[in-house]
Structures are given as structure tokens and as C-alpha cells.
């Protein structure tokens, strides 16, 4: 008998620890998969695209000149030098920061909009932003219900610097933030999404 | 009761290492003593540091603000569900090991991601330590191809009121 009561407490341990464990794990599964496969537009995915796209011209690019080099040179073989490595990370990040665009403006089209918050956050955010940078201007500025968008212009490049300093540290953008340095260094622009408190950004995965 | 014994431990056995997904773990847990933070911009000479802490004096002016280097330790497979499949971290978290006394003003850090080339910039939220403890903590999303800061605004010091930063703590 004592036998059999020991193998059923095993079958129970051994059965409870199993659900537990897939539990998590489903449930897990289902937190990495929900918002992004929820999330992803036409817009996103053309993006994304383009991405695949620029990434394959660009190895047939690289392929092309490497046999170049090769034809010239019959007995070297091509290496691809620093500088090239570096310009393809400089793309890697001008893409990503494209996507974080694209995934952000469809997070703000997207968003219901919530009257009193929008009034409230928009009077806030101009009122503090007159105050505190008297060297950048507030061009545009759009509130929904839990994202905002604007758009800023910069005296200079310094001026541009000390925007990203000063605004990380201003209570009316103390939620999560973006900001997207655009233009040149001659006109600097900024976008800035600024996220309601409590509502994620919808940052792309790396 | 030794049959008794032997059942009860190879049951723990097989059951352990399911039990043992449950708490997901961090792989870098670093801590940086709050003198590697420097003042923003030109140094004012506003800061005052030791070897225990950092503090905003009476002196200088500036902008009160510090930035603290964090050296980001790993990415993409921070967490383990405990089944063998890496799970792509999230987040990462600081702790910042401070003390202000009431009314001495804000003490606000917020955790930042930069891309490369500057281009852009991910703002975390602000957490604002409260007067009289000793601990803040703030989170933000991880990023695979950024640098990591930590940013602290601090009030300046009077003769009954202070702030002062201890050391900060990463957990990615």
C-alpha cells in the first residue's frame, strides 16, 4: 500500500510542477508575441521591407565590388576595410532609427483620443518648454490620449545638444520619451514622442 | 521510513528543475560608486565628491546635473525561462542608492539609451527619490545597439537641507 501512496504523491508533484512550468511558459510566450504582432501595420512592415531591400542591394553592392577588386587583382583577395564597417553600422542605425519612426507614428495615428489629457498635456508641455529652452522653438505639437508628437527647431547644433539634456530632466517629460535628432547641423530639428504615464512606447525590438 | 526518504527525494529531484523556471535571473547585477558621475557640460566645480558619495555644494552654478556611466554588460539573452530557450531581455533596471533630507528639492535620475551616432535617443521614465530613504529605483526598455547613462538632477545644498548620491546599481 505505502508503495502506491508514494508513487501517487509523485504523479501529483511531478504533474502540478509540469502545468506550472508550460504555465509560465505560455504565458511568457504570450507577453513576447502579443503587442508587436498586434502592433504591426502597413506601414511597419513596408518599413521593414525597405530594410530587407537596402540590406540586400547592399551585399550585392559589396559582392560586385569585391569582384572588382578581385578582376584587378588576380592574386589578392578583396578584404572589406574599416571604414566600410563603420558606414554599414552608420546605416544599421539610420534604419533603425527609421523604423522607431514609423512604429512610434503608427503608435500616435493609432491612439484614441482623450480630450481633457490632451488639452491638459498640451498647455503643459508649451508652457514648459517657452520657459526652459529659450534656444529651440516648438513648431508643431499633437496630443492624443496616451502619445504626443512635436517637432522643434534648434538655433544651432549645440542648442540641439542641450535640448536632449535640458528636456530629460523637465517634469512635463518625465514619462517615457524618444527623441529623433533630424535635419543638419546648420538647421537642426528634433521629433519628440512623449508617452502618457503608464503607456509604453512601442519601441521595435533590435 | 528510509523507502519513505528515498521516494520524497527523487521526487524533489524531478520536480526541482521545473520549479526552477520560475525565478528568471539577471546576468549582470553591477554596482558603480556614485564618484565615477561627472557634472554636464563645462564643470562648474558644483560637486563635491569623497570616497562615500557625491553631493551639490553651495559652489558653482551649472546645471545641477549629473551623468553617471553605465557599462552595458550583455544583450539579447539576459534571461533564462529555466526550459533552455534564451529569452531576449526587456529592460534593465537601476537602483540608485541616495539620500535627501525634506525639502531640499528634486532629486530626479532617469535611465537613457543613445544610439551610435546620437540619432536617437530613448528617455526612460524619471523616478524621483522621496526624502528620508535611502533607495530609487527606475526601469527602461533595453536596447541592442545603444549606450546606456544614467542622468541625475540634484538639488543644491543649504545649511539644514542636502542630497547626496551613495553609489547606483545596474541589473540587466
Known amino acids: 500500500m ?14 502540478t510542477a509540469s502545468a506550472g512550468g ?10 513576447r508575441h502579443d503587442a508587436p504582432t498586434a502592433a504591426l501595420s502597413a506601414k511597419v512592415q513596408e518599413v521593414e521591407r525597405e530594410l530587407r531591400d537596402l540590406r540586400r542591394e547592399k551585399e550585392l553592392a559589396r559582392g560586385a565590388a ?7 587583382q588576380p592574386g589578392k583577395t578583396a578584404e572589406p576595410s574599416k571604414p566600410e564597417g563603420r558606414d554599414a553600422e552608420q546605416m544599421t542605425q539610420a534604419q533603425r532609427s527609421e523604423l522607431i519612426s514609423a512604429r512610434l507614428d503608427q503608435q500616435f495615428e493609432a491612439d484614441n483620443e482623450d480630450r481633457s489629457w490632451k488639452d491638459c498635456t498640451e498647455r503643459e508641455i508649451t508652457s514648459a518648454v517657452g520657459e526652459s529652452l529659450p534656444r529651440s522653438k516648438l513648431e508643431d505639437l499633437r496630443c492624443r490620449g496616451s502619445i504626443c508628437r512635436m517637432t522643434f527647431t534648434h538655433q544651432s547644433a549645440e542648442a540641439a545638444q542641450e535640448f536632449s539634456g535640458t528636456l530629460a530632466h523637465m517634469r512635463a517629460f518625465a514619462s517615457e520619451v524618444v527623441i529623433r535628432n533630424v535635419g543638419t ?3 537642426p530639428r528634433s521629433i519628440v514622442y512623449l508617452a502618457r504615464s503608464g503607456h509604453p512606447l512601442d519601441m521595435p525590438a533590435d | 521510513m528510509k523507502n519513505h526518504i528515498r521516494t520524497s527525494l527523487v521526487a524533489s529531484a524531478l520536480a526541482l528543475p521545473v520549479f526552477g523556471a520560475i525565478p528568471a535571473h539577471a546576468v549582470e547585477d ?3 560608486p556614485a564618484i565615477m558621475c561627472l557634472e554636464e557640460g563645462i564643470d562648474t566645480g558644483a560637486f563635491n565628491r569623497s570616497e562615500y558619495r557625491i553631493t551639490r555644494t553651495g559652489v558653482g552654478n551649472g546645471t545641477g546635473r549629473l551623468l553617471c556611466p553605465i557599462a552595458r554588460m550583455t544583450c539579447g539573452t539576459s534571461y533564462d525561462s529555466g526550459f533552455g530557450d534564451p529569452v531576449r531581455a526587456t529592460g534593465f533596471r537601476a537602483y540608485v542608492h541616495t539620500y535627501r533630507t525634506e525639502n531640499s528639492g528634486d532629486l530626479g535620475c532617469r535611465l537613457i539609451s543613445k544610439n551610435y551616432d546620437g540619432s536617437t535617443i530613448h528617455l526612460g521614465d524619471t523616478g524621483f527619490a522621496p526624502p528620508g530613504q535611502n533607495e530609487m529605483e527606475i526601469y527602461t526598455t533595453s536596447s541592442c545597439r545603444s549606450f546606456y547613462i544614467l542622468s541625475c538632477t540634484m538639488p543644491q545644498n543649504t545649511s539644514t537641507t542636502y542630497a547626496k548620491i551613495f553609489a547606483y546599481q545596474v541589473r540587466e
Open chain 1, 2 to 15: 505505502r508503495p502506491l501512496t508514494y508513487a501517487g504523491v509523485f504523479i501529483v508533484i511531478a504533474t
Open chain 1, 22 to 31: 508550460w504555465l509560465l511558459r505560455g504565458r511568457e510566450a504570450l507577453a
Open chain 1, 66 to 72: 569585391e569582384s572588382k577588386v578581385e578582376l584587378a
Open chain 1, 185 to 187: 547641423d546648420a538647421e
Open chain 2, 30 to 32: 553591477t554596482v558603480y
